[in-house]
């Protein structure tokens, strides 16, 4: 089982970067992927998630309307596409998956294991 996160950097503040999630090695359509972020000193909080909901996708407060989640279910990949990027924005990311119910309780919450992790990408955006 793998789940590869990648596409960080550095951006200045109302940039924009994609970040990708490869998943392998698990039913990739039976599960839901979230995305998460920690900050230097800051407890982890939940982003975003796709398949774990009704209505397929949700956002956390701080990024509804600047972040898109997007499945390419064919090449097993979760994008997360972050516009109109802050400060407060720099973060390692992480992508997870987990049964839908329990990604969207985690990500809502911001706490709580998934079955899955990926390695972290670190989003740094300049003032």
């Known amino acids: 089982v793998q789940l590869q996160a990648s596409g960080g950097g550095l951006v200045q503040a109302g940039g924009s970067l994609r970040l990708s999630c490869a998943a392998s090695g698990f039913a990739f359509d039976d599960y839901a992927i979230g995305w998460f972020r920690q900050a230097p000193g800051k407890e982890r909080e939940g982003v975003s998630c796709?398949?774990?909901?009704?209505?397929?996708?949700y956002y956390a407060a701080s990024v509804k309307g600047r972040f898109t989640i997007s499945s390419d279910n064919a090449k097993n990949t979760v994008y997360l596409q972050m516009d109109s990027l802050k400060p407060e924005d720099t973060a390692v990311y992480y992508c997870a998956a987990d049964r839908p119910l329990h990604t969207l309780r985690v990500v809502y919450t911001g706490s709580g294991g998934m079955d899955y992790w990926g390695k972290g990408t670190l989003v740094t955006v300049s003032s």
């Open positions: 796709i398949s774990c909901t009704g209505d397929s996708t």
